[in-house]
């Protein structure tokens, strides 16, 4: 496993043991000759632990289970998708190559105008690569349709 592997794979585990605990399984495989990367997340043995009605918050039934199949799934694609964004920033064997977050923040309003307005991103923040990944994601399975920024 590639120094960029590794650290792609303890970064992915800390936002997936957010979600799931310190169980899930995540395999990520580089296919060294094109430079891509297979993620794969297992969750099993885990019990969805329910909001206390009492505690004086909002649920519905239709509420995201975090446990669902589907909703894996989407958390795979975002989980692959980081790691080819942070990719693009890793050069083997010399870390991470330097990127300004003003680009970032520009990058981001330019390809999602209207998920980020001008202006509406933090600056200097960790994130930014998560964002994006998942913004990649929502576009990609046509869920960015309709939605206008006021």
Known sequence: MSIRSRRAHRELHGYLERLYGPQPTLIIR????????????TVSGR???????EDGQTYSASSIDRF???YIAIVEQIAARLVAVQSE???????LESRD?????????????????IASLEIGVP?????????????????LNGLSSS
């Open 30 to 41: 580089e296919i060294p000759h094109e430079g891509a990367v297979r993620i794969s997340l």
């Open 47 to 53: 019990t969805a632990i329910w909001p206390d009605p």
């Open 68 to 70: 669902a199949p589907s």
């Open 89 to 95: 920033r890793y050069s083997p064997g010399s870390g």
């Open 101 to 117: 977050q003003n680009d970032a923040e520009y990058d981001l309003h330019s390809d999602f105008p209207v998920l980020f307005p």
């Open 127 to 143: 994130w930014l690569e998560l964002v994006r990944a998942v913004a990649e994601v929502l576009r990609r399975e046509d869920l």
